[in-house]
């Protein structure tokens, strides 16, 4: 079934890309020829003939109506770009507000006395062809009004050419990016369900060659450029940290010896490069009015970058990490240092090289404090959660310091390279030019300093100072805000969302493919444990607490100021008002010392303004003019103003002015990023930083806490642990009170209640024992007594009977009677054993030599097989040597005894360690043991064998025990037996892992 899917998801990938080529080359090939003049002539017709059948008439209806849908439909017309005037019997009938952009006008009488004048944008006022021309007439490229273009366009009387600056995205590429992204997704998780062959590697193999054969194509047909890897970054960031995943999941399996470091190196650099690679060559937008503003602001376009990041990220420290591990393992110490170092220059080379204008300083500390963690972090298995936030903490501050240098460098070379252009756009926004005789003093020493023609920068009180030095002898300066820490810690605190988030997708995605190594998962028995549910709990909590706050925190403030912005508008327009006023007072006032007066205003508060005469025409551009609906409300609300919002210039607002010429106002906004917007998101990033800090506080605090209350638990558990009946158990000393101190009295109590029942049932069960060990006895006595009385009785009746019985009678009843004895003698013995013990003189064993010495005493037998398996290394014990023998001697009796006449014996003896225990290990292939007895098996007086006392796997679990072992065993009927000796190793360092030999 999985060779089906993968071959289906193998079809749409390539299928997919394979169009997607197939179209952006046709596409590209046909934006070459295009020439757009026919679409957009009929789409200036389609217009035309919208307001012919559309608009006309609701203006008809408007005005039968009382004319109140007119600002209605003059704002329809706005967002479409369009006006109309309507002409009847030389009065105006209705007139739309005119448009900004080079537009096609239409003049026409459909019946005497009517003119009707209907106007379509086609190019916005920068002479850019509209967008909605652009996807209304799907074309591929996009056209701009350019005295060198190639394409001649008839327009207003008068020949347009239009040039080409740019494409457009193809939408059918955009369309199979989605299938394209969703199966390589599925193609990368495929093989972590395979076992580990080298198929699965073919699998990894031929993703790769796939993406990069698709990026070269792309590269020849021009769709992108290599400086755009920004488009890139996310699908290889994924393919990258999957295929580092299969490879460490899989434990170098197909890798041969020699080869392998080369390899890790090779995992490791390879993600730490593209992640270098990714911040450099990603493109930035530059905003030549606020330059430094990408620093300040994290757009959608800034979380992917960061998300394909962090998954570099991720990878490189899996990969290190794993290979950190091997290392310690493989190498001696020297050579692992040695290996740390040359990692560490790889490293160091590549940022370099990738990087050149970092600082070297920050770089070597950071690798270094990397590496650090690193090997801490292999030290042993630590807490996940604390684990993950402290990981999650140094990524995140390596990820912003890169990207927030970087892009701080780059954005100073382009104002550099702006400011030395000679139409330079900065002009408007503060670009100063002096003299050198009339340079201000705060620039003085810095041109001295300097001397040289050119652009130099320095940094001072917080900003950061362009000095232009021109071969004229002019002098350039420009000076920006310096982005404060503030924007820095935004970053840091972004980032670490991010990076908290992929990680737990990650292991959300584990449940249902394995694809973590063990130590970056915590695993299902992570939440069994209580401190670790409060943990989480109070995670939980913290973050919808947090969540809350925020939310009803910022819709608060947004309302706020949104309110103060309304009221700060209506102020200002106020202040427009009566000073519009105050100069209509003079009848002689000309337009441009009013406009003049007016223009300090309007440029402190970023407004643009316009002023028209009685017939709604603008008293600058005769071309523009108002709505005849804005003019009738004005009539009607001469003391009242018109404002209406605008998506694109924040705000409108219509004025009328008491002016016998200039009689309507319009103020508009030229800027939607006022102050309400900064302010809003200065507040959302300050309150990021704060929550993200709290709750790295608060998590760090919340293990400690959860610590501090599971630890009397904890304790309480051990001790529990350790409780064992017949020995004197230790009670917990604990002065705190409430439920915790409750609870371990009553443990206390019920320790010393349980030392109260122990003595009494241990009493009771001696008694009951010895009561059954005489009637045992007596059992076992009189079974041999009833025949010794039989041949005495017969002796005395042939003696009283005269007859005098012959030497071999006698000899034959007195064997007899021997025979007899002697049993009543092991008898005794046997029980004496059970009763008493002999004393176990426990010291040190070497477990090797002991198994040995039986396996030599057995392994002669020539009608079954006795083979041995033990480890290379020796492990050793505390314990009865003399008991182990007994003990082995009579395992393998049984054993022996356990195979069945007909059947070849296999008999094998194995040693081995099983974490702090050494396991002797005895199998059988006999005819195992039935269920209804196996839990007799160590019961005194139990056996299975037609002869013996049953005595022996009793005395051998009461040895086992004299020494902290035990003996257990696993069975299968006609299959055979396993029975297992457990003994606590010696804490040396030779009990260690190592191979294991056979010895036949």
């Known amino acids: 079934m999985n060779r089906k899917i993968n071959i289906i998801l193998w079809a749409i990938c390539c299928l997919s890309i394979f169009i997607q080529l197939y179209s952006e080359a046709n596409y590209s090939k046909k934006s070459q020829t295009e020439d757009p003049t026919d679409c957009i002539l009929a789409y200036i017709e389609d217009q035309y003939q919208y307001l012919e059948d559309r608009i006309i008439p609701e203006i008809y209806a408007d005005q039968v109506n009382g004319g109140r849908d007119g600002l209605s439909i003059d704002k329809i017309l706005q967002s479409r770009g369009l006006s109309i005037g309507i002409i009847e019997n030389g009065k105006q009938v209705f007139r739309s507000t005119s448009l900004e952009g080079k537009k096609a006008c239409n003049l026409t009488v459909p019946r005497s006395g009517i003119r009707i004048r209907k106007c379509v944008e086609v190019f916005d006022k920068d002479d850019v062809l509209l967008s909605s021309i652009v996807s209304s007439c799907s074309l591929k490229n996009k056209f701009k009004i350019s005295d060198l273009g190639d394409i001649a366009f008839f327009i207003e009387n008068q020949t347009v050419q239009l040039s080409r600056y740019g494409k457009t995205k193809n939408r059918l590429?955009?369309?199979?990016?989605?299938?394209?992204?969703?199966?390589?997704?599925?193609?990368?998780?495929?093989?972590f369900q395979w076992k580990n062959t080298k198929r699965t590697l073919n699998q990894f193999a031929g993703i790769v060659l796939l993406l990069f054969v698709y990026f070269i194509c792309l590269q020849r047909l021009q769709i992108i450029k290599i400086d755009q890897w920004f488009e890139w970054s996310m699908p290889t960031a994924i393919t990258v940290l999957l295929s580092s995943l299969y490879f460490w999941r899989n434990k170098h399996r197909l890798v041969k010896d020699q080869w392998l470091q080369v390899i890790h190196w090779v995992i490791i650099l390879i993600p730490f490069i593209f992640f270098l690679w990714t911040i450099v060559t990603t493109p930035r937008s530059f905003n030549q009015d606020s330059p430094f503003l990408s620093l300040s602001k994290i757009s959608s376009r800034d979380l992917y970058l960061i998300s394909a990041l962090v998954f570099f990220m991720l990878a490189h420290l899996i990969s290190l990490y794993q290979n950190w591990q091997w290392s310690k393992r493989k190498f001696s110490t020297s050579r692992h240092i040695g290996s740390q170092v040359l990692l560490g220059f790889g490293h160091l080379a590549a940022v370099i090289l990738l990087l050149p204008s970092f600082p070297i300083l920050p770089i070597i500390l950071s690798i270094g404090l990397y590496f650090l963690l690193i090997d801490l972090f292999t030290e042993g298995r630590q807490n996940p959660v604390l684990w993950s936030i402290l990981w999650s903490v140094f990524i995140s501050i390596i990820i912003a310091g890169s990207v927030y240098y970087s892009d701080?460098?780059?954005?100073?070379?382009?104002?550099?390279?702006?400011?030395?252009?000679?139409?330079?756009m900065f002009i408007e926004n503060g670009l100063k030019n002096y003299s050198l005789d009339?340079?201000?003093?705060?620039?003085?020493?810095?041109v001295n300093e300097y001397g040289d023609v050119g652009i130099q920068v320095f940094y001072k009180?917080?900003?950061?100072?362009?000095?232009?030095?021109?071969?004229?002898?002019?002098v350039n300066i420009m000076q920006f805000p310096l982005p404060g820490f503030i924007k820095a810690v935004t970053l840091f605190s972004c980032v670490f969302l991010i990076g908290i988030s992929i990680y737990l997708l990650m292991i959300l995605l584990h449940k249902r493919v394995n694809i973590l190594p063990r130590y970056f998962y915590p695993g299902d028995i992570y939440l069994s444990s209580f401190s670790r549910r409060i943990q989480f709990s109070y995670l939980i909590l913290t973050v919808i607490s947090f969540i809350g706050i925020a939310s009803i925190t910022i819709l608060l403030l947004n309302n706020y100021f949104k309110n103060s912005e309304r009221q700060n508008l209506k102020s200002n327009l106020n202040l427009i008002r009566s000073h519009l006023d105050y100069l209509a007072k003079d009848d002689v006032v000309s337009i441009s010392s009013t406009e003049a007066g007016l223009m300090k205003l309007m440029n402190h508060h970023n407004y643009t303004l316009n002023i028209y005469d009685q017939d709604g025409n603008d008293i600058i551009d005769s071309d523009a003019h108002l709505s005849s609906s804005v003019i009738k409300y004005l009539k009607l609300h001469s003391d009242g103003s018109l404002s209406e919002s605008s998506p694109q210039n924040g705000f409108s607002t219509y004025l009328n002015i008491k002016h016998p010429v200039y009689k309507y106002a319009y103020v508009r906004g030229i800027d939607q990023k006022n102050d309400h917007a900064f302010s809003v998101y200065d507040f959302v990033a300050g309150i990021l930083n704060v929550y993200v800090f709290l709750f790295i506080i608060a998590i760090t605090f919340g293990l400690f806490v959860s610590k501090s209350i599971v630890d009397p638990l904890a304790r309480l558990t051990k001790q529990m642990k350790q409780l064992k009946l017949g020995k004197a158990n230790q009670q917990i000393e604990w002065t705190g009170e409430g439920e915790v101190g409750e609870l371990i009295d009553n443990y206390n109590s019920m320790v010393v209640k349980l030392e109260e029942s122990v003595s009494l049932i241990a009493h009771t069960e001696r008694d009951m024992a010895w009561r059954e060990m005489a009637r045992q006895v007596a059992h076992e006595i009189k079974n041999p007594l009833t025949p010794m009385k039989l041949q005495l009785q017969y002796l005395q009746k042939q003696v009283s009977g005269g007859y005098i019985p012959d030497k071999e009678n006698l000899d034959r009843i007195a064997s007899s009677l021997l025979e007899q004895i002697e049993n009543l003698s092991n008898i005794s013995e046997a029980f004496s054993n059970v009763a008493k013990l002999p004393k176990a003189s426990n010291e040190k064993v070497v477990l090797n030599e002991v198994v040995e010495s039986v396996h030599d005493l057995f392994r002669k037998r020539e009608d079954m097989q006795i083979r041995l398996l033990e480890p290379i290394n020796d492990l050793v014990v505390f314990a009865d040597k003399n008991h182990l023998v007994r003990i082995l001697n009579n395992l393998l009796k049984n054993a022996i005894e356990a195979i069945p006449q007909e059947r070849v014996g296999d008999i094998e003896i194995q040693l081995y360690k099983d974490k702090g225990d050494a396991i002797i290990k005895v199998s059988d292939n006999g005819l195992g043991i039935p269920k209804n007895m196996r839990d007799k098996i160590f019961t005194p007086k139990f056996t299975t064998k037609n002869s013996g006392s049953g005595l022996g796997l009793a005395i051998a679990a009461n040895m086992a025990e004299s020494f902290n072992g035990k003996i257990y065993f696993k069975t299968q009927e006609n299959v055979g037996t396993d029975f297992f000796i457990s003994i606590p190793l010696m804490r040396l360092s030779q009990n260690k892992e190592s191979n294991r030999v056979i010895l036949d």
Request: glycine residues 6%; without cysteine.
């Open 173 to 191: 590429t955009t369309f199979l990016i989605f299938p394209f992204l969703s199966s390589l997704l599925l193609l990368l998780l495929i093989p």
């Open 461 to 474: 009180k917080g900003s950061i100072h362009f000095l232009n030095h021109l071969s004229n002898g002019q």
């Open 438 to 446: 009339n340079i201000p003093p705060y620039y003085t020493e810095k």
């Open 408 to 424: 701080f460098s780059f954005t100073v070379g382009e104002v550099k390279s702006e400011i030395s252009k000679a139409d330079n």
